[in-house]
Structure formats: C-alpha cells, structure tokens
C-alpha cells in the first residue's frame, strides 16, 4: 500500500477570522467548513488540515495540534 494523503488536526476554533487567516495569509482553500461542529478541512497543494475544536473535555488555551492524523492509502 502506498500513503496517497496524511492530514493532522489541529485544535483551534475555526472561526471567520481562523479560516481567512488560512485562506488570505497562507494561501489554504477552504474545502469543507461545518460551523455547526466547529470543525473545517483547508488545503493548498497537497497540503490539508483540520481544525476542529477540542472535546467538551480539553481546554482550548491556545491552538495545539491533537495528536490524530488522518491518512488515505492507495
């Protein structure tokens, strides 16, 4: 098998001013944005992210990466 995608999720509340930070400043496209779950998928290349707030249980202090990747395999 061969790894086609890895995409960490960072903790941080993907907010209007999160997403144009992303998208203005960094170049990231939004690909999917579901405010409703605090959670959105941004990429550039073949670059993505996800950021997600953290659960009811994790203080969000300051934007951390969770520990969880994503992957896809061919």
Known sequence: ???QALRPVLMDEP???TLRFY???LGFS??????EWAWALVSKDDVSLMLSLP????ALGKPAFTGSFYRDWE
């Open 30 to 35: 939004i690909d999917s944005y579901l405010e």
């Open 55 to 58: 659960n009811a249980h994790d």
């Open 15 to 17: 907010t209007t001013e």
């Open 23 to 25: 998208t203005d400043v």
């Open 1 to 3: 098998m061969k790894r």
